[in-house]
């Protein structure tokens, strides 16, 4: 909205201001809507407190009833205006109040008299709108309306009718098929978007009768269709058609054969995507469809080879033949520059090549796997599960290609997808059965992720037995009893159990070790090692009924479960490679992200909420909570940082961990060091009950051209007063008190904003050498380009473009391509490329380029680095 209707309002640059209003109030907002009544409009006026309404409603923001109604019917005076933009934004507030104001349908006639105006643009929007407020009463009136506007010669117009038809036939579809006549008519039209619309609302009101579906395709088949999106739509309804009955409709599929020869690319490759995604086609009635996107593998457009590609990996899981004609092609892709592309490239030649060239193509993906995203990686990965079944001969390669993955940095999906693939090389070749545990146990020994390492344990507790040679597993299990969480020790616990059950040579061994573990902190592990060695010191019916058979039966049941749900080849073939990518739901990885961005907003919400504080608005950066306590100490204190160019904010959240006594007045002292730091106040916290948790901030001054660093320590001052646990009221008389607190700590990254840039090399040579600085660096205290690299971004707290965090394995040098903007007045953009590499005395060295901002900033970062 703000920028379409190109409102002259003097915002800021969108990249130092990517919200215009952010930290407006509602209540001064409503005030300036009286602004409506008058009888000379402000059209610029009008213009800025319509939009300032549409942001708060699109925060969230609610209005109460009486509000919302006052509010709306005030919006309708100004269709008195003239003025084009100011029309469109009432309109839009017309929709967005209807759902909260009260008697909205009262605006109906003034919204009628707009669809019979001779501007194409009020008839469009007055029709939107008019659908948003009138209710199934007041239907039957304006239905003829919206029947004529539908065969209207303005496209927008009957777009706008088609669409309220859609909607419409939700409530009410009787009164939508009445009008199937202009609907036809609209379809005939040249306008491109009513065509599509109209060719969408004929396939919902008929969408459940399949009968009727195939006959509205045969006849909309005989109509010339202009719109690229309309026929796309018809290319998906007439798959829909063949899939049901592909012998008896030889037309249709005629149809979208011949769509491949469309001037437009999309419907293009909409076809050949239809075509692909039949099951019931064979090779040969692929071959279409492939010499399509045969094609595309050499275009010059990026997303054509993407998608080409993409859409060839699905095809070459169940019909590898097919594909076998694009291999040269597919091996030309391989040093394609954009990662995703090659990487696809080399899946599919792993589908469709022959087992000697397994070891080349795993070869040449190595090198450059690490640049690429772990929904990528996983497609990879995928390929390997196929590729066992295969060549089960290569699985000594493929393992070894996994085992290296396996030790790579990457997210939950992908170290799951590498643990599936060997479970399924394990199952179906029993000769990597021992090979594939063994790459396992090593993985445990440094997973980070809890529900993988109970995974594992359950499968070495499974097979392990099993082996030739079963005692070399105990180690690695008996590690992690040892060194890790309580739940990876009690599937630990377990597993040994099993090892006791089914080898009884083994037993008295691990018996020994479980009445180790019987001293465990952990109830959980405690309670299975006191009950596994009571089992094992019974009878050795006892052993068979408590370990093996329950081992047995666990077995079959996951193994039930997997088939149920881990079909390889359908869950590869299935959405797309990209579908699924980031954490897993539920994993740790996924809920320790989403609790700390939770919690973050939440501290912002609170901060921007709070009568002292919400005029300083939205913070450029808050920190993630750190605690200053011990986390059962009888104050639980954590912090948080809010930085602004003139100030920073620092937020004490305090936890009363005691029972029966209440706190006031409470509030931290802080004792910085920092130059440039003025403490301008602190907001304490009134009273603290019992268990409860509440924020007190203290406030801080600075230069907005100075950037702090350092630490400050810290003292939690309060009176603490006795409640009586009969009455639950406090003493009178309370006792003045302090507690001593960690430091905190400020680093550069508190100011800095990670951003996400489309083309780093492009905005590099936009910003140019005059914005530059540049130095080199001996960092000896680091014994690898990864660890260099990670302290690099942590410490300077940008974004790393294109996962250019992550260094390929033994690589000699290594590039990090950094975006972030500091918080400056105006907010300072910067890139930084900063290449680490091993010097000739093999050091590791940092040549460190900045560019963006002022000179200061540029040399400010540069020595705090080093320092």
């Known amino acids: 909205i703000f920028f379409r209707l190109g409102m002259n309002l003097n915002l800021r640059d969108e990249e130092e201001e990517p919200l215009p209003f952010e930290g407006i109030d509602k209540a001064t907002t409503l005030h300036e809507s009286k602004a409506f009544n008058q009888s000379t409009l402000d059209a610029k006026k009008c213009k800025a407190t319509l939009i300032k309404v549409l942001y708060l409603l699109a925060m969230g923001e609610t209005f109460a009833a009486t509000e919302a109604t006052e509010l709306f019917?005030?919006?309708?005076?100004?269709?008195?205006?003239?003025?084009?933009?100011?029309?469109?934004?009432?309109?839009?507030?017309?929709?967005?109040?209807?759902?909260?104001?009260?008697?909205?349908?009262?605006?109906?006639?003034?919204?009628?008299?707009?669809?019979?105006?001779?501007?194409?643009?009020?008839?469009?929007?007055?029709?939107?709108?008019?659908?948003?407020?009138?209710?199934?009463?007041?239907?039957?009136?304006?239905?003829?309306?919206?029947?004529?506007?539908?065969?209207?010669?303005?496209?927008?117009?009957?777009?706008?009718?088609?669409?309220?038809?859609?909607?419409?036939?939700?409530?009410?579809?009787?009164?939508?098929?009445?009008?199937?006549?202009?609907?036809?008519?609209?379809?005939?039209?040249?306008?491109?978007?009513?065509?599509?619309?109209?060719?969408?609302?004929?396939?919902?009101?008929?969408?459940?009768?399949?009968?009727s579906v195939s006959k509205l395709v045969q006849s909309v088949?005989?109509?010339?269709?202009?719109?690229?999106?309309?026929?796309?739509?018809?290319?998906?309804?007439?798959?829909?058609?063949?899939?049901?009955?592909?012998?008896?409709?030889?037309?249709?599929?005629?149809?979208?054969?011949?769509?491949?020869?469309?001037?437009?690319?999309?419907?293009?490759?909409?076809?050949?995507?239809?075509?692909?995604?039949?099951?019931?086609?064979?090779?040969?009635?692929?071959?279409?469809?492939?010499?399509?996107?045969?094609?595309?593998?050499?275009?010059?457009?990026?997303v054509l080879r993407f998608a080409a590609v993409r859409l060839l990996s699905k095809v070459a899981t169940t019909q590898p033949l097919a594909v076998t004609t694009c291999n040269i092609d597919l091996e030309s892709l391989i040093s394609d520059p954009n990662r995703n592309i090659a990487t696809l490239a080399i899946t599919t030649l792993l589908k469709t090549g022959s087992e000697f060239s397994i070891d080349r193509l795993l070869k040449q993906i190595n090198t450059f796997i690490s640049d690429i995203a772990d929904e990528f990686k996983i497609v990879v990965i995928d390929a390997m599960k196929l590729l066992c079944v295969k060549f089960p001969h290569k699985h000594n390669v493929l393992l070894s290609f996994l085992s290296d993955a396996l030790r790579d940095e990457g997210g939950y999906d992908f170290k799951k997808s590498i643990v599936d693939a060997i479970i399924k090389i394990i199952e179906t070749i029993s000769q990597a059965k021992e090979e594939g545990l063994m790459h396992l146990c090593e993985f445990i020994e440094d997973c980070e992720f809890t529900l993988l390492s109970q995974r594992v344990l359950h499968l070495l507790g499974q097979l392990g037995p099993t082996t030739t040679n079963p005692h070399k597993y105990i180690r690695y299990i008996y590690n992690r009893v040892i060194l890790e969480t309580p739940a990876v020790r009690a599937a630990s616990v377990s597993a040994l159990a099993?090892?006791?059950?089914?080898?009884?040579?083994?037993?008295?061994?691990?018996?020994?070790?479980?009445?180790?573990?019987?001293?465990?902190?952990?109830?959980?592990?405690?309670?299975?090692?006191?009950?596994?060695?009571?089992?094992?010191?019974?009878?050795e019916e006892d052993v068979e009924t408590f370990i093996v058979d329950v081992a047995n039966s666990t077995a079959q049941r996951r193994a039930r479960l997997d088939n149920e749900k881990d079909d390889d080849v359908a869950r590869f073939t299935d959405e797309g490679a990209g579908e699924g990518a980031g954490a897993e739901p539920g994993s740790p990885l996924a809920e320790q992200v989403v609790k700390q961005h939770k919690q973050i907003e939440k501290a912002i919400a609170d901060l921007m909420a709070h009568p002292k504080l919400k005029a300083y608005g939205r913070p450029h950066k808050t920190s993630e909570p750190e605690h200053i306590t011990d986390t059962e100490s009888e104050?639980?204190?954590?912090?948080?940082?809010?930085?602004?160019?003139?100030?920073?904010?620092?937020?004490?959240?305090?936890?009363?961990?005691?029972?029966?006594?209440?706190?006031?007045?409470?509030?931290?002292?802080?004792?910085?060091?920092?130059?440039?730091?003025?403490?301008?106040?602190?907001?304490?916290?009134?009273?603290?009950?019992?268990?409860?948790?509440?924020?007190?901030?203290?406030?801080?001054?600075?230069?907005?051209?100075?950037?702090?660093?350092?630490?400050?320590?810290?003292?939690?001052?309060?009176?603490?007063k006795e409640v009586d646990k009969d009455t639950g009221e406090p003493d009178a008389d309370g006792t003045e008190d302090e507690y001593q607190l960690e430091e905190v700590v400020v680093n550069v990254c508190d100011f800095m904003e990670p951003f996400e840039v489309a083309n780093f090399h492009k905005d590099w040579d936009d910003v140019g050498e005059l914005e530059q600085h540049a130095d080199t660096f001996a960092l000896s205290a680091f014994k690898s380009l990864q660890a260099a690299a990670d302290e690099i971004v942590g410490f300077l707290g940008m974004e790393p473009h294109n996962n250019s965090k992550t260094v390929p394995p033994k690589s000699k040098q290594h590039t990090v391509l950094l975006v972030g903007r500091l918080c400056t007045d105006p907010v300072s953009k910067l890139l930084v490329k900063a290449k680490v590499f091993f010097?000739?005395?093999?050091?590791?060295?940092?040549?460190?380029?900045?560019?963006?901002?002022?000179?200061?900033?540029?040399?400010?970062?540069?020595?705090?680095?080093?320092?």
């Open 635 to 720: 104050f639980v204190v954590t912090y948080l940082k809010h930085a602004y160019a003139d100030r920073v904010i620092f937020e004490f959240k305090v936890h009363n961990n005691m029972d029966d006594v209440l706190l006031e007045d409470v509030s931290v002292k802080m004792d910085c060091d920092m130059e440039g730091l003025e403490e301008e106040g602190c907001i304490p916290i009134k009273t603290l009950q019992s268990s409860e948790t509440l924020s007190t901030y203290v406030i801080f001054a600075k230069d907005p051209d100075t950037f702090l660093t350092g630490s400050g320590a810290c003292v939690l001052c309060f009176t603490m």
């Open 73 to 211: 019917f005030n919006t309708t005076k100004l269709l008195q205006s003239q003025d084009v933009g100011l029309r469109r934004l009432v309109y839009i507030m017309v929709k967005e109040l209807s759902t909260c104001a009260e008697h909205v349908f009262v605006a109906s006639n003034t919204l009628c008299k707009d669809m019979n105006s001779t501007n194409d643009m009020y008839k469009a929007n007055s029709i939107r709108a008019l659908r948003k407020i009138t209710d199934s009463s007041m239907l039957g009136p304006i239905e003829r309306y919206l029947a004529q506007a539908v065969v209207d010669k303005a496209d927008i117009v009957s777009s706008a009718a088609i669409v309220t038809g859609i909607h419409l036939s939700v409530t009410h579809p009787e009164l939508v098929k009445r009008w199937a006549g202009e609907v036809g008519e609209a379809l005939k039209q040249r306008g491109v978007m009513a065509q599509y619309h109209a060719l969408a609302l004929l396939h919902k009101l008929r969408k459940n009768d399949k009968l």
């Open 498 to 539: 099993k090892f006791a059950g089914l080898c009884p040579p083994l037993r008295q061994s691990v018996k020994v070790l479980l009445q180790r573990v019987m001293q465990d902190n952990d109830d959980e592990v405690r309670d299975r090692a006191v009950f596994y060695t009571n089992v094992l010191d019974s009878s």
């Open 839 to 867: 010097s000739t005395d093999n050091v590791v060295t940092l040549e460190f380029m900045i560019r963006g901002g002022d000179e200061n900033i540029r040399l400010f970062l540069t020595q705090e680095l080093v320092s």
């Open 221 to 302: 088949n005989t109509t010339p269709i202009r719109s690229p999106m309309a026929l796309c739509l018809l290319i998906r309804m007439c798959t829909e058609v063949l899939k049901e009955d592909f012998e008896g409709a030889p037309d249709l599929s005629q149809f979208v054969v011949n769509s491949l020869k469309h001037s437009s690319e999309m419907v293009v490759f909409e076809a050949a995507k239809g075509i692909c995604t039949l099951k019931v086609t064979n090779a040969k009635d692929l071959t279409p469809a492939i010499l399509v996107l045969q094609l595309y593998l050499t275009s010059h457009k990026p």
